[in-house]
Each structure stands twice: as structure tokens, then as C-alpha cells.
């Protein structure tokens, strides 16, 4: 049924106790349905609550966990990268770990994968009005310089590792990242599809605006413009 046969779920955890089971638990009943090979790689972000304590316990009972801890806080990209190098798996799939995809929404993933290169996620936004209309309009200046409308730049994205790999930016600090991989994908016409789920985001969440991410958003979409140059 799927075209894909071995899969790794890469997660960036960082204070995420009440909702890392539940993360895990998601992509664990996914696979197991669609008979799959796959790992799932946790990079602990130096958690100061009982993330990484909690992982130490399910480890014991899932030979498909694997856990590692940051020494110091990389960041999620940083740390997302990590888990991406330690995959053992042809593809891989990012989970967030307080955003919770119910297992039927990543079966979704999966299923897409069978006919595209790329599966990206467009998620129904229960966001503040100013986090939607920031995403919306960064998305937006994304889709006109990459020549594709995406309707959401930066997500749960399922692909080729090596590919992910490929195409990460070096040196690249924020969370933009993924729209530059995403991008550089859709300019060499890579096949892909979006998967409208429905995510659990957190009341507390990561800071919209920031110089890191005021910075990253800028350099983003420098290497996209350019990287289009020359295609």
C-alpha cells in the first residue's frame, strides 16, 4: 500500500512532559497500521522538567525509541538537524512535540508519500489573528519566490532524508529553515502534496517575532531568491 518501508519520526522536545507520550504514541499506532519499519529519534533540548526522565522509562519498553540529550539548548533547528543525521531511516517525518497529529492525520502523510516526493502539512490554524496573518504573509512572500503556492512554509514535513540533508542551510540560525529546504524542493519540481490536519497547539508557544527569527526570515528568503538564480 505505501511506497515507503522504513520511516524515522524525528522530535525536538524541550519541557514537553504532559505531551511527549502522547507524540510518540501517535506515530507508533500510524506505523504499526501501515506496517512499516520505523524509529523514532527524540533530541532532548535541555528540558528541565521530566522530559527526558519520562523517555528514559518508555525507552525501556520501545526498542523503536531513541533518545539523546543536548548538552547545552541548540534550538529546534539545530536539534532537528541532529535527529536527521542520527536516522537510520530512507525517509523521515518532523513531529512537533507539543503540537500533537493524531495517528490517522499522519497515516495521511504516508499515504500521500506513495505518489510525491514531498508531503507538507496545512494545518487549520487555532492561533491568535496575529500568528495567523504572520504565517499567512510569510508563506505567501515564500510561495512567490519559490514559483509555488504552498499555503504553509514551515512544517511537519515528511521526505527523503538524504534529501533534507541536501538542502539544509548551513549556518542558518532561526526557525526558517524548512522554508528553504521546502523551497529549494519545489524549484527542481519535486512532487509533493499538503495534508490539512488539525494540530493541538499549545496555550504558551515559541515567540512570533524576534531578532533570531527577524534575521532568520530575512536570510531565508536571500538563499531562496538566489538558489532560484541559478536554476
Not at 511537519?156 to 540533508?165: P, T, V
Request: a positive charge.
Amino acid at each position: 500500500m505505501f511506497k515507503i518501508k522504513n520511516i524515522s519520526f524525528l522530535i525536538a522536545a524541550h519541557n514537553s512532559e504532559k505531551k511527549i507520550l502522547e507524540t510518540i504514541k501517535s506515530a507508533s499506532i500510524a506505523s504499526h497500521k501501515a506496517k512499516l519499519n520505523f524509529e523514532i529519534i527524540v533530541i532532548d533540548d535541555c528540558s528541565t522538567d521530566k522530559t527526558f526522565y519520562i523517555l528514559s522509562e518508555l525507552k525501556k519498553k520501545k526498542k523503536f525509541l531513541k533518545i539523546f540529550k543536548n548538552k547545552k539548548n541548540l534550538g529546534f533547528s539545530k536539534s532537528i538537524l541532529k535527529a536527521a543525521k542520527k536516522a537510520s531511516g530512507k525517509n523521515i517525518k518532523i513531529l512537533h512535540a507539543a503540537n500533537i497529529e493524531s495517528s490517522s492525520d499522519i497515516k495521511k502523510y504516508l499515504i500521500r508519500s506513495k505518489t510525491n516526493q514531498l508531503v507538507l502539512t496545512n494545518f487549520i490554524d487555532k492561533r491568535s489573528f496575529f500568528r495567523k496573518i504572520l504565517s499567512l504573509t510569510c508563506s505567501k512572500i515564500f510561495s512567490l519566490i519559490s514559483g509555488n503556492n504552498i499555503r504553509y512554509f514551515n512544517s511537519a514535513l515528511l521526505c527523503n532524508r538524504n534529501d533534507f540533508l541536501k538542502f539544509y542551510p548551513k549556518n542558518f540560525k532561526g526557525n526558517f529553515f524548512l522554508s528553504v529546504i521546502i523551497s529549494k524542493m519545489l524549484i527542481l519540481d519535486y512532487t509533493h502534496s499538503e495534508v490539512t490536519v488539525y494540530q493541538k497547539h499549545p496555550k504558551k508557544g515559541s515567540k512570533a517575532v524576534s531578532v533570531v527569527n527577524l534575521v532568520s526570515f530575512f536570510q531565508a528568503l536571500m538563499i531562496v531568491f538566489l538558489y532560484r538564480l541559478t536554476k
